[in-house]
């Protein structure tokens, strides 16, 4: 897997650094969490608009399938 960079404002990377510091963790862990949180909590929704397009749609996907 590549890694990546996270840019972060200043305010934001400091905030970052205070709160892995209360807690006793590093930043990129608490950034780390904080993306597959997002993600996860993401992905469902988007998956059921993609669902929902796909039975909308399913006669013409058929048919471009053809």
Not at 7 to 20: E, F, K, S
Not at 43 to 64: F, I, M, S, T, W
């Amino acid at each position: 897997m590549q890694e990546s960079t996270l840019h972060l404002d200043p305010d934001t990377g400091q905030a970052l650094a205070d709160l892995a510091d209360a807690c006793g963790r590093r930043p990129e862990d608490l950034a780390r969490e904080a993306v597959r949180r997002y993600l996860c909590e993401e992905e469902e929704p988007v998956r059921a608009v993609a669902g929902e397009l796909a039975r909308r749609h399913a006669d013409l996907l058929r048919r471009l399938g053809e």
